[in-house]
């Protein structure tokens, strides 16, 4: 196989969406084998209240990353706004390595900028305001301190709050900010993203200080999944059905 990385993001799985997972399962067994690396860029899960949550679902979700490891290749993953919770017991159940948000790689000579996609929507005040404390070392000891059970209720809380402000909100709000993707790409100095979240797959190529950019977002899985797969010849989306 040529070489290849391959990038997914927000797939969301949880028991209560089984066809998402039997298509994750057969992606990591069918499809991953064989690549350089696989790089999960956030809300792999619907949501993840800690490591000792070790319901059906999430066992079987890493065991699948785990026979990819053993099999040889590099898993990374970085946190979601749904699973930032996700720590060293995870990495050490599943051998994936955990990321940074953002992280820079090399990409088959391009310097590649990684990130979940969250920070980059400043326009989403309320957001940005519970990142700032929940993200936090702090933030995360005082959610692990409740309970598993309270923690699950919290999460479900949460959710159905999410959808109802999704509903009110602006979809432009939601959106990353051209402003701060700029800014990310400038700090990092780097001319290739790599984000999910918004659920707006796309190829943007713009202008960024007169040189080309490039940013790449990530689809959200739904009824089918997709992958980004990155060669020495460049990116392209692939559907996984």
């Known amino acids: 196989m040529a070489k290849q990385t391959l990038f997914i993001s927000d797939l969301h799985l949880c028991e209560e969406r089984p066809h998402t997972l039997t298509l994750f399962e057969t992606f990591m067994r069918d499809r991953a084998p064989g690549i350089d690396a696989l790089y999960i860029l956030g809300d792999l899960f619907e949501a993840w209240v800690g490591d000792d949550d070790r319901c059906e679902a999430n066992e079987r979700i890493e065991a699948s990353i785990k026979s990819l490891v053993d099999a040889g290749t590099a898993v990374f993953f970085m ?18 390595s955990l990321l940074t948000d953002p992280s820079v790689i090399n990409l088959y000579g391009q310097a590649t900028l990684l990130m979940h996609g969250d920070s980059l929507c400043t326009d989403d005040l309320k957001h940005q305001e519970y990142r700032a404390t929940a993200y936090t070392e702090q933030g995360k000891a005082q959610l692990l301190a409740h309970p598993l059970d309270a923690r699950l209720a919290m999460a479900s809380a949460a959710r159905k709050k999410s959808q109802a402000n999704k509903e009110l909100t602006p979809a ?31 190829h943007h190529e713009f202008d960024l200080d007169g040189n080309t950019a490039h940013r790449y977002v990530l689809r959200e899985w739904v009824t089918e999944g997709a992958t980004l797969v990155c060669s020495e010849s460049g990116c392209v989306e692939e559907v996984i059905e």
């Open 79 to 96: 946190h979601g706004n749904r699973d930032f919770l996700i720590a060293q017991a995870f990495s050490e159940r599943t051998g994936a």
């Open 172 to 202: 432009a709000i939601m959106d990353v900010n051209l402003d701060a993707v700029s800014d990310a790409m400038r700090e990092h100095q780097v001319s290739h993203l790599i984000h999910g979240h918004t659920h707006r797959h796309a």
